[in-house]
């Protein structure tokens, strides 16, 4: 079985499903590669370097301990995990327990976020008749760490409020490529779709110096805000049943690609 080693973790509202999509419109004379809203890092993971300098921000501290672990200590991340087993009995336990060290609360976030329902680390996952869910190869994560580590080497790790951070980096040569919540679907805690600020987030990229591409849900409040700039409309396979069988077109998810420079050509 190959192993996908551009990625770690499964991420809701990841962008697995639309990287070579969206990699074609990143420009190539960029000086800087910046994602306020990192998650699972899809993007970012999916070209060994995009710019000299790359940024990775997200808001959630989970995340963000989890890939500095990954960046400075991948080996002692590796000894907490390289026993677990996809157990039920053991996954209750990673949610009740508390992690003592930064190293044990990544090594616990990232068994249960890989051994869960969705991606969502809340529900065991089963599965019936594959090899996924909980039942996924434990050395195969260990593989990826590795990769991860290998890539993380020369990358910025940020955990602060997207206002701030693209204040910080922005010049004329800036890249922001940004995923944040959407105005609706489900999300995680420090990333909640009811409260997140969409109007500031278009206030903020409206006056940058630099350019930026933007992933959002297709509907109408995002067309307006967005009014005037490039957008170019996608579509994904939706929901995490999506393999099964039954109607592709009721499955689908229409995104919108949204930047301050020109995509419809790249497409």
């Known amino acids: 079985m190959t192993v996908d080693k551009k990625s770690l973790l499964n991420w809701v509202g990841g962008k697995r499903l639309l990287r070579k ?13 910046i994602e306020p809203f990192g998650g699972g890092g899809w993007i970012l993971f999916y070209k060994d370097k995009w710019a000299d300098l790359e940024i990775y921000n997200d808001l959630d501290g989970r995340l963000v301990n989890l890939f500095r672990i990954v ?12 026993y677990l ?4 009995e053991m996954f209750m336990q ?26 969502r680390g809340e529900t065991y996952g089963t599965v019936k008749k594959s090899s996924g869910g909980a039942s996924k190869s434990q050395g195969n994560i260990l593989l990826k760490i590795d990769a ?31 995923d944040p919540p959407y105005t609706f679907g489900c999300g995680y805690e420090t990333t909640s779709t009811k409260d997140f600020d969409h109007e500031r ?4 990229l ?6 930026f591409l933007l992933s959002y849900d297709d509907s109408e409040k995002i067309r307006e805000l967005y009014k005037g700039y490039e957008m170019i409309a996608v579509e994904r396979l939706n929901g995490i049943n999506n393999k099964q069988s039954g109607d592709r077109k009721n499955k689908m998810f229409k995104e919108l690609l949204i ?9």
């Open 259 to 267: 930047a301050n420079y020109p995509i419809r050509k790249a497409k």
């Open 94 to 119: 990673f949610i009740k327990m508390d992690g003592i060290t930064d190293i044990q609360r990544a090594a616990k976030f990232l068994f249960l976020i890989t051994r869960s329902f969705g991606g």
């Open 71 to 82: 960046k400075y200590h991948p080996e002692a991340l590796k000894e907490e995990l390289r």
């Open 148 to 178: 991860i580590h290998k890539r993380l080497d020369k990358v910025l790790v940020e955990n602060r409020d997207f206002e701030k951070l693209i204040s910080q980096y922005d010049h004329a040569g800036a890249f922001f490529y940004c």
């Open 206 to 211: 409206g006056n940058i110096e630099g350019r």
């Open 21 to 33: 999509t969206i990699e074609p419109l990143i420009p190539n004379d960029i000086v800087s590669y």
């Open 201 to 204: 987030l278009r206030e903020k």
């Open 85 to 88: 087993l996809g157990s039920r």
